[in-house]
C-alpha cells in the first residue's frame, strides 16, 4: 500500500500542531484505517524511548503491536537496552503514535535535536545519538539527514493507509527553506495533503495565516487544503466576516475553527504552560537554537495550576533551563486536589508539600542555575522540615553529594550536589536507553506508600548513580529502594529515581493519591471528537481521499 499523508503545519511554533495531529491520529484510526505518524526533525529535550530497527530501515518492517509490553523483566531494573531494540523520538510522535493505535518507532520521528547549551544540540538520528552530526553546523546537517528521514517516511507509507505528518515551526521561515528537512521538502516528497493553523488566541491569527501562505512557492500553496483557528474564545460568528475574505486573497477555506482546550490532557511537549483559563500564558523552555534570550514578558512560572476539587497537595517543579521529560508531569494536573506549580525562585517553593526536581539535558549547568537563584538553599530548608522532596534523574544526581564528568560529557569538569542524599553520580559517554518495568521495595515515611508498587517508566541518561563510599563507612547511606534506580534518605523523606514516566504509572499514581487521572484513550477520543466537531462536514474524509 501506499498511504495518503496529511500534513498539520504551522503559522508560528505554539499554533497546536501537535494538538491537531495527535487529533487527526486518533480520528483516523478510530475511521479504521492503519495509521501512523511522521515528524521529520523534532527539536525537544522530552523524549520517549521506542522500538529501533537492529537492521538498516529498509531491511526492516514495524515491530508487531504490544511488543514494546515484552521488553525488560520485573524487578530488576532492567530492559531492552540500545544495543539493537530501542531508541529515541520526541514525546509528540510517542504520543501521537498511541492515538493512531500503532507501536512507537523511530522511523516516526527520524531526527531528534537535544539542546544542550543556546547554540548547541545533541543530533539523535533514526533513534541513536550521533556525534559525528552534532559537531556540524546547522545548514550543514540537512543533505545527511535527508536520505534517511525519506525513507523513514517511505516505509511508514509503505505499511499504512494514512501518515499523519507533523511539520517543525513555521513552513515559511525564509532565512531556514533552503536547508528545510521538516517542513516543505517532507510535504512534496509525500505529496501531503496540508492544513495551516494559528494560534487565534495570540491576536493576529489572519495575518499569520497569509502571510505565511504568501511567503510560500507557488506550487506549495496549491498543498494548503484548509486554514485552522485553534485556540479560539468567544462567539465564532463574530469571526464574519474574515474567513471569506482570507478565502477571497487566497483560494482557501478556514475549515475549522477549534476552541480553547484549556484542560486537554495531551502533554504539552515544548514549554511550561498554565492550564487555568485566567493564566493562559506559556514560556517555551526549547525555542530554536540560538533563541533562547529571546523570549521577553512576564513569566507565568509564579503561578499555580490546580485540577478540580479542594487542594490537599501542592506540588512545586524546579523549572530550570534545560528542563527535560516535563511531559510525565501531565497526569499530576489531571488529579483531583493536586495544584502543580512551576517554580523558578525561592518563592515559588513557598507552601509546597512537594519539591519536585525534574530531568536536566545539561545537569551541572542546570544545578548551578540552581544555586544562582537561591533556590538549594530553599531546598534544604523544606527537606530539613521534614518536607516531601523527589528527585528524578538528573533531579536525582543533582540531590547527590557530588557529579563526576570526566569524559566531558555534560560539562568540563566536576561540582558538588545538593547533598540530600548521599549518592555520588560519574557521566559515561554511553547513554543508557531503555523502558523498564520494576518493583518498589519498602520505603519509609512519606514516600512509604509507594512500598511494594510496580511501576514502569524508561531511562534516558548518561549518569550511573551510586553510594558515596566515604559516607557509607561513615554509617551514612542511602537506602537502595530499587537496584540501581531509586534511593531514599535515613528519613525517609527525600526519594531519587531514575526512572521516568512514573505518574503515566496508574498504580502508582493511585498509591499517592488514591486517585486516577483520564487515561490516554479517553484522552485521545476526546481530541478526535473536539477536532471533528470543529471541522466542516466531511472535510476530514476529503483531506485523506486520494
Known amino acids: 500500500m501506499t498511504a495518503r499523508c496529511v500534513m498539520v503545519l504551522g503559522a508560528s511554533s505554539g499554533a497546536g500542531k501537535s494538538w491537531v495531529a495527535t487529533a487527526l491520529c486518533r480520528w483516523y484510526a478510530n475511521q479504521g484505517w492503519k495509521v501512523a505518524p511522521f515528524k521529520a526533525q523534532n527539536m525537544s529535550n522530552n523524549a520517549r524511548v521506542v522500538m529501533a530497527p537492529t537492521l538498516p530501515a529498509s531491511q526492516g518492517s514495524l515491530p508487531p503491536e504490544g511488543a514494546l509490553a515484552a521488553l525488560g523483566r520485573p524487578g530488576g531494573g532492567s530492559g531492552a537496552g540500545l544495543d539493537g531494540e530501542l531508541g529515541e523520538i520526541g514525546s509528540a510522535q510517542y504520543f501521537q503514535a498511541l492515538a493512531a493505535r500503532a507501536e512507537p518507532h523511530v522511523r516516526m520521528n527520524p531526527l531528534l535535536l537535544k539542546p544542550e547549551a543556546d547554540t548547541r544540540s545533541q543530533v539523535v538520528l533514526m533513534g541513536r545519538v550521533d556525534r559525528e552530526l552534532s559537531d556540524l553546523p546547522w545548514r550543514g546537517r540537512s543533505e545527511r539527514v535527508w536520505p534517511r528521514i525519506a525513507a523513514a517516511l517511505d516505509e511508514l507509507r509503505a505499511d499504512n493507509d494514512i501518515v499523519v505528518i507533523e511539520g517543525a515551526g513555521s513552513p515559511a521561515e525564509i532565512n531556514l527553506m533552503a536547508s528545510d528537512v521538516a517542513n516543505l521538502r517532507v510535504a512534496r516528497h509525500a505529496d501531503a495533503a496540508c492544513l495551516l493553523v494559528a494560534d487565534i488566541d495570540r491576536g493576529g491569527a489572519f495575518a499569520h495565516l497569509y502571510g505565511t501562505w504568501a511567503l510560500l512557492p507557488e506550487a506549495d500553496r496549491a498543498r494548503i487544503r484548509g486554514f485552522v483557528l485553534n485556540k479560539f474564545r468567544g462567539d465564532a460568528a463574530l469571526l464574519a466576516p474574515a474567513p471569506e475574505m482570507l478565502r477571497e486573497k487566497t483560494g482557501v477555506p478556514v475549515v475549522a475553527t477549534i476552541p480553547m482546550q484549556w484542560s486537554h490532557g495531551l502533554p504539552e511537549e515544548d514549554g511550561v504552560f498554565d492550564m487555568a483559563p485566567t493564566l493562559g500564558t506559556v514560556v517555551s523552555s526549547l525555542p530554536p537554537e540560538g533563541a533562547l534570550a529571546a523570549r521577553g514578558g512576564p513569566s507565568p512560572l509564579d503561578r499555580a495550576s490546580a485540577s478540580a476539587g479542594a487542594v490537599h497537595t501542592r506540588i512545586a517543579v524546579v523549572a530550570y533551563p534545560r528542563i527535560s521529560n516535563l511531559d510525565e508531569f501531565q497526569p499530576l494536573k489531571n488529579v483531583p486536589g493536586v495544584q502543580l506549580r512551576w517554580a523558578r525562585g525561592p518563592a515559588d517553593l513557598a507552601g509546597a508539600d512537594w519539591i519536585v526536581l525534574p530531568g536536566s539535558k545539561a545537569t551541572a549547568a542546570d544545578l548551578a542555575w540552581l544555586r544562582a537563584q537561591g533556590l538549594d538553599a530553599a531546598i534544604a530548608a523544606h527537606a530539613a522540615r521534614g ?160
Request: charged share 15%; hydrophobic share 50%.
Open 387 to 546: 518536607g516531601r522532596v523527589l528527585g528524578i534523574c538528573g533531579g536525582l544526581q543533582m540531590l547527590g553529594e557530588a557529579l563526576i564528568d570526566v569524559h566531558g560529557v555534560e560539562s568540563n569538569g566536576n561540582s558538588p550536589g545538593l547533598g540530600l542524599l548521599p549518592l555520588v553520580t560519574s557521566f559515561e559517554p554511553r547513554k543508557t536507553v531503555r523502558r523498564t518495568h520494576t518493583l518498589f521495595g519498602v520505603l519509609r515515611g512519606a514516600w512509604a506508600p509507594l512500598s511494594g508498587v510496580a511501576a514502569s517508566g524508561y531511562e534516558i541518561r548518561h549518569g550511573q548513580t551510586a553510594r558515596h563510599p566515604a559516607m557509607a563507612a561513615q554509617g551514612d547511606v542511602a537506602r537502595e529502594v530499587i537496584p540501581g534506580l531509586a534511593w531514599q534518605n535515613a528519613a525517609g523523606n527525600v526519594l531519587g529515581v531514575y526512572l521516568h514516566g512514573l505518574f503515566e504509572d496508574a498504580a502508582v499514581l493511585h498509591a499517592l493519591f488514591g486517585a486516577r487521572a483520564p487515561t490516554l484513550d479517553e484522552v485521545f477520543d476526546r481530541l478526535a471528537g473536539t477536532l471533528a466537531a470543529a471541522a466542516a462536514p466531511g472535510f476530514l474524509d476529503a483531506l485523506a481521499a486520494p
